[in-house]
């Protein structure tokens, strides 16, 4: 019963064509599923259905043109969409008043849309999906049945589908498996049209050339699907980081040997430049290792997991009881190190002592400050680099503190205290932070009077610093009253910036700053951060460069924060005396902190980016370069593809049909032909007219002289054709095709040529009569 249904339902295209049809526009809905751009949008997946099959009926009615096809498709699309969007099937008697709602709910949106407004109704957004998902698969299945172009139908859904893909991040693998089945149609269609036009032209061929085909289309198929899937994750990066999870302890092992056995070989410290008081600097397993070196890592292992005495943050869709205060859990800046001196190739820090502490250290606190309490585990190899939020005041294990200035006691008052960070290897340890917690106005009333520590360190910049550079940093915070709101407006200014982590590396002559602002346009983090720093120190503002990680995942199973690689991170921070270091926030990709009593500060005055980014300068020339490249080779293409027709295209040459072009050609010339005179005479008038013509030729008169000669000659010959041919009586033989072939492509050129030389010469006899004009009317 079964096998006779689908005997019974197969269609004439057969099961095998429609399947694939059918899951290859099936995977646009899905795609879009994926990505979640909306709730309540599965019903997508019926449309999608539903139009492919209207298509095909629509599609098959060969009698039936765009003038039906286009309004009963519309029309059943307007309310398969009306039923997605509104979360019901219109189509059912008694839902009018669904209908009704969302159309009230439609114009409500147009009234949004052209007064500028806002809308936050979802189904708006999900009516025009359907309506594009509608369109596509209808067109879909009219390029397949009615023009029979299975390319054709592949385009819009696969191209609908890699949009969504692209701005979303989600639904690669649906799209992936669209293009698979795409390739498998594209085969099976292809053959399907070749068979029909063989079976009706009567040629024979091989009955099993299906199962050949399909082989080849499905390795084809196969090999796409698994190149598209796995080949993103082979990358040079990823075997490096498996390398180095690998062979990291068995390299470690190597140093240590060879720090034993060479001891009085200088190993090379290109993260801390030394100070008075040498020491060894913090490890080399930050995030960022190499600052502006190169791509950051971004890989998703866990690296340390964090649990805090703070509330844990509300869970992505927070219940509507949860108190206003625990809503807006500050993001957590898990500082590993801080550097002061750049080179304008990167940067590093100026080391002065280092000293093992437990319990309380020496730094002054702020004005007003929240105290947090850190306990961190490592899950992963971190060297001896210790993190915490901003500078720790008590440790409750033995650990090296790395100071840029020598300690002193916090009970002097002094703020010159300048802890570089925490060194140690264990793997896990408990410490306490001072978060300072001013308000906006507490920052704008802080005075610019610095300690001579602070502007030694933290307005140091290169000795050829570019000059530019500073001309825009003071350009940037000209608007700015106070060194808060400077800072503020530095920042505005650098997160008009595009992030991007496919940077090239800055070349060796070139200030990493001057490079970002004005040559790439476009960065990570690293490039930011020193960005802001260095533009800071410009105009006189104490700042420094901190790296560590940002945030994290908060796992509620656990109680912690859950950081992973590519939670790496760079952030400047900027001195206010009585307060310490305050971080800032230029890169696009991270949120802006504010503080308290924020004032927003107007940026009309702030200058925008020197440009687009280059990349997008290269491949704007790129696409314009491919474009008259393809325009190019197309002409080219259509020149060789007319000329060939051309010469391929069988007409019948006759005397009659060449007189006639002789006529048109001659009228061009400046000659019509006149009823009143014979072949003969028409022609000799003509050939008469081409070699005045000639005459009147300034340059290379000799060449057109030639033509005229040759003209008149085929002139000549071809009346005498003619006119046997015309008066010649019943017994006149027909001239022989080749021979009036011959004439004609001997005449073909001359009469062109003279054609375009009228032109030119009543153009520019015009020309000089308008000249003369006007110097009779001067005089």
């Not at 701005?167 to 070749?194: D, F, H, K, Q, T």
């Amino acid at each position: 019963m079964v096998v006779r249904l689908v005997k019974l339902l197969q269609p004439r295209e057969g099961w095998g064509v429609f399947l694939l049809l059918l899951i290859t526009v099936m995977c646009l809905p899905a795609a879009a599923i994926v990505a979640e751009w909306v709730p309540g949008d599965e019903g997508l997946l019926p449309l999608a259905l539903i139009a492919l099959l209207v298509g095909r009926w629509l599609a098959l009615r060969e009698d039936w043109g765009w003038s039906v096809w286009l309004p009963v498709g519309g029309s059943v699309g307007l309310l398969a969409a009306l039923s997605v969007a509104g979360h019901t099937v219109l189509f059912l008697p008694g839902r009018g008043e669904a209908v009704f709602d969302f159309v009230q709910r439609w114009v409500a949106w147009l009234k949004v849309a052209f007064s500028g407004g806002r809308s936050e109704d979802p189904d708006i957004f999900l009516f025009y999906a359907a309506l594009l998902c509608w369109g596509t698969v209808l067109l879909a299945a009219w390029a397949f049945y009615r023009r029979q172009r299975p390319l054709l139908a592949l385009l819009p859904p696969a191209m609908l589908s890699a949009v969504s893909v692209f701005y979303s991040g989600r639904g690669i693998p649906w799209l992936v498996g669209e293009l698979g089945c795409g390739i498998l149609m594209l085969a099976v269609g292809n053959l399907a049209n070749a068979r029909r036009t063989w079976e009706a032209a009567g040629i024979d061929y091989a009955t099993d050339l299906g199962l050949e085909v399909m082989v080849v289309a499905t390795f084809v198929a196969t090999v796409f699907v698994v190149v598209s899937l796995v080949g993103p994750l082979v990358s040079a990066r990823r075997f490096e980081d498996w390398f180095w999870r690998t062979f990291r302890e068995p390299s470690t092992q190597v140093e240590d040997t060879a720090g034993r056995l060479f001891g009085g070989v200088a190993p090379p410290d290109p993260l801390w430049r030394g100070g008075a008081g040498g020491g060894r600097g913090v490890s080399s397993y930050l995030p960022q290792s190499h600052l502006l070196g190169g791509r950051p890592n971004l890989l998703d292992e866990v690296v340390m997991i964090v649990w805090t005495d703070e509330p844990p943050p509300p869970p992505p869709s927070p219940p509507m009881d949860i108190p206003a205060a625990l809503r807006g859990v500050p993001r957590h800046y898990w500082q590993g190190v801080t550097m002061d001196h750049y080179s304008g190739r990167g940067w590093s820090t100026t080391v002065d002592s280092r000293e093992e502490v437990e319990g309380e250290l020496p730094l002054a606190p702020p004005l007003a400050y929240r105290e947090v309490t850190q306990r961190f585990e490592f899950t992963a190899p971190h060297g001896d680099t210790l993190y915490a939020l901003n500078a720790p005041v008590r440790v409750a294990e033995p650990v090296e503190a790395v100071w840029r200035t020598s300690p002193v006691s916090s009970s002097t008052g002094i703020e010159g205290n300048d802890l570089v960070g925490l060194a140690s290897e264990v793997v896990s340890y408990t410490v306490i932070s001072r978060l300072p917690s001013p308000t906006a106005d507490d920052l704008r009333a802080v005075p610019p009077l610095y300690p001579d520590e602070i502007r030694e360190h933290y307005l140091q910049l290169p000795d050829v610093f570019p000059q530019r550079v500073v001309d825009l940093a003071r350009e940037v915070v000209a608007g700015g009253g106070t060194v808060y709101e400077q800072a503020r407006l530095l920042e505005r200014y650098l997160r008009a910036y595009p992030y991007s982590l496919e940077v090239e590396r800055p070349p060796e002559e070139r200030d990493v700053t001057d490079y970002f602002l004005f040559d790439v346009r476009e960065g990570y983090c690293d490039y930011y951060a020193t960005a802001f720093v260095t533009m800071a120190r410009a105009v006189g503002i104490p700042a420094r460069l901190a790296s560590g990680y940002v945030g994290g995942e908060y796992d509620y199973a656990r109680g912690g924060y859950l950081v992973r690689q590519f939670n790496g991170h760079s952030w400047p921070e900027v001195y206010f005396p009585g307060w310490g270091w305050i971080s800032f926030e230029p890169t696009g990709t991270q949120t802006v902190t504010e503080l308290p009593r924020e004032v927003s500060l107007t940026d009309g005055a702030l200058p925008g980016p020197a440009g687009p980014p280059a990349r997008v300068i290269r491949f704007r020339w790129r696409m314009a370069g491919l474009g008259l490249a393809t325009l190019a080779l197309v002409g080219a293409a259509v020149a060789v593809g007319i000329r060939w027709c051309r010469q391929r295209k069988v007409i019948a040459i006759t005397l009659p049909l060449v007189w006639s072009w002789v006529g048109r050609s001659g009228a061009r010339v400046g000659l019509s032909p006149d009823p009143a005179l014979t072949p003969r005479e028409y022609t000799a008038v003509l050939a008469a007219e081409l070699r005045a013509r000639a005459e009147q030729v300034g340059r290379r008169r000799a060449r057109w002289t030639r033509m005229a000669a040759q003209g008149g000659a085929a002139l000549e010959r071809l009346a005498g054709l003619y006119s046997a041919q015309v008066y010649g009586g019943p017994q006149a033989l027909a001239a022989d095709e080749q021979v009036v072939r011959d004439v004609w492509a001997r005449l073909r050129g001359p009469l062109r040529w003279f054609g375009w030389l009228r032109w030119v010469q009543r153009f520019s006899n015009r020309s000089l009569a308008r000249i003369g004009l006007m110097v009779e009317s001067q005089r």
